[in-house]
């Protein structure tokens, strides 16, 4: 395991690695753009695999290799049921708020809303169902969680969610030729794309590695769980690669791309990241930190009346998301605390 018995360092090899997950992640997706379109890749597999999933490259690595460590490691179990509800809340409330601030008005596509938006609430829903209603194994400790088999119907509704991708190809090979321009720019032949490729997946891994081996001794340090530390830390990390694509797109009045990334990102969270997870190792839910998921269903509801309302986002309900999120790290903050405190009295 990659920590020490020193806090500070601990941070810094925690930050080391946010640093490496998201910027191997933005290398391997250049990469592998440039890549894919050498040798003339379908517009709508790239598409598919970078445009859809290339944001929650952070969320995937970070949660896949949680899952690994927690098949022997009952620590490492509880991070994938903070981080990934909590990178929906950061992308949400954080991301999406601040964006707004920054715009001040964000016009929204009715169709976006009444397709994509209604889909993300729909899983959501989906989810904090079975969040509450089927338990986990005996041998995983039993109660509350996403066992494999709940893990298998996500990913059955990922497979589905990327048929009905494929029907909107039109969209999405709009989306793949900002994204091979980009790569273009950054990499100029074909060796250089594999490099990226591999040192980019290489720094993904270990990047994650020494994110969540630091916020797993830090819960058993503080005495608090190791949800609450990726709902809060380490999905604001994760939720980098969205924040920056998002803000790009609204400042360059891409507004329809900006949200859909967003939206796609939190679909395929759940989806594709957490059915990953699931079915590597189920994912128990912890009572101290069971307030999650519910802020989750109550961001995206939030986000469903503002997009409605005169079908724009303005600035003052921006403020009311980033208000949101203060409150949500407010909770956490004083959960871990009570939690950290009860422990060494």
Same mark, same amino acid.
């Given at each position: 395991?990659?920590?020490?018995?020193?806090?500070?360092?601990?941070? %810094? &090899? +925690?930050?080391?690695?946010?640093? *490496? #997950?998201? @910027?191997?992640? /933005?290398?391997?997706? !250049?990469?592998?753009?440039?890549?894919?379109?050498?040798?003339?890749?379908?517009?709508?597999?790239?598409?598919?695999?970078?445009?859809?999933?290339?944001?929650?490259?952070?969320?995937?690595?970070?949660?896949?290799?949680?899952?690994?460590?927690?098949?022997?490691?009952?620590?490492?179990?509880?991070?994938?049921?903070?981080?990934?509800?909590?990178?929906?809340?950061?992308?949400?409330?954080?991301?999406?708020?601040?964006?707004?601030?920054?715009?001040?008005?964000?016009?929204?596509?009715?169709?976006?809303?009444?397709?994509?938006?209604?889909?993300?609430?729909?899983?959501?829903?989906?989810?904090?169902?079975?969040?509450?209603?089927?338990?986990?194994?005996?041998?995983?400790?039993?109660?509350?969680?996403?066992?494999?088999?709940?893990?298998?119907?996500?990913? %059955? &509704? +990922?497979?589905?969610?990327?048929? *009905? #991708?494929? @029907?909107?190809? /039109?969209?999405?090979? !709009?989306?793949?030729?900002?994204?091979?321009?980009?790569?273009?720019?950054?990499?100029?032949?074909?060796?250089?794309?594999?490099?990226?490729?591999?040192?980019?997946?290489?720094?993904?891994?270990?990047?994650?590695?020494?994110?969540?081996?630091?916020?797993?001794?830090?819960?058993?340090?503080?005495?608090?769980?190791?949800?609450?530390?990726?709902?809060?830390?380490?999905?604001?990390?994760?939720?980098?690669?969205?924040?920056?694509?998002?803000?790009?797109?609204?400042?360059?009045?891409?507004?329809?791309?900006?949200?859909?990334?967003?939206?796609?990102?939190?679909?395929?969270?759940?989806?594709?990241?957490?059915?990953?997870?699931?079915?590597?190792?189920?994912?128990?839910?912890?009572?101290?930190?069971?307030?999650?998921?519910?802020?989750?269903?109550?961001?995206?509801?939030?986000?469903?009346?503002?997009?409605?309302?005169?079908?724009?986002?303005?600035?003052?309900?921006?403020?009311?998301?980033?208000?949101?999120?203060?409150?949500?790290?407010?909770?956490?903050?004083?959960?871990?605390?009570?939690?950290?405190?009860?422990?060494?009295?």
């Amino acid at each position: 395991m990659l920590h020490t018995d020193i806090a500070w360092l601990n941070i %810094l &090899i +925690f930050a080391v690695g946010l640093a *490496f #997950l998201v @910027k191997g992640s /933005d290398w391997f997706v !250049d990469g592998a753009a440039f890549v894919a379109h050498r040798f003339n890749v379908p517009k709508i597999v790239i598409g598919l695999t970078l445009v859809s999933i290339g944001t929650s490259l952070p969320e995937l690595a970070t949660d896949v290799y949680s899952s690994i460590q927690g098949l022997s490691d009952a620590t490492y179990k509880e991070i994938p049921m903070g981080d990934t509800p909590g990178s929906n809340i950061s992308n949400i409330l954080l991301v999406l708020g601040l964006s707004v601030v920054l715009i001040k008005k964000v016009p929204i596509d009715k169709l976006l809303f009444g397709r994509d938006t209604m889909i993300m609430s729909a899983i959501f829903l989906i989810f904090a169902i079975m969040y509450y209603n089927f338990d986990i194994s005996q041998a995983n400790g039993g109660g509350a969680g996403i066992n494999r088999f709940e893990g298998g119907v996500l990913f %059955l &509704i +990922f497979i589905a969610y990327m048929t *009905f #991708l494929i @029907k909107r190809k /039109d969209e999405i090979s !709009d989306e793949v030729c900002q994204i091979e321009d980009q790569a273009e720019k950054k990499v100029k032949n074909l060796t250089i794309a594999i490099v990226f490729l591999v040192l980019g997946g290489a720094m993904i891994a270990f990047g994650a590695k020494l994110m969540v081996d630091n916020a797993a001794w830090g819960a058993r340090r503080l005495g608090i769980p190791a949800t609450i530390i990726s709902a809060t830390v380490i999905a604001f990390g994760t939720s980098l690669p969205e924040l920056s694509v998002t803000v790009a797109g609204i400042l360059k009045k891409e507004t329809d791309i900006a949200l859909g990334n967003i939206i796609g990102s939190n679909i395929f969270n759940l989806v594709f990241v957490m059915a990953v997870a699931s079915m590597i190792g189920e994912v128990p839910v912890v009572e101290n930190a069971n307030y999650i998921v519910p802020y989750m269903l109550a961001s995206a509801a939030v986000l469903v009346v503002f997009m409605r309302t005169e079908w724009t986002l303005v600035r003052w309900e921006g403020i009311v998301l980033l208000l949101l999120y203060v409150i949500y790290i407010s909770i956490n903050v004083y959960t871990a605390v009570t939690l950290s405190v009860g422990k060494t009295t």
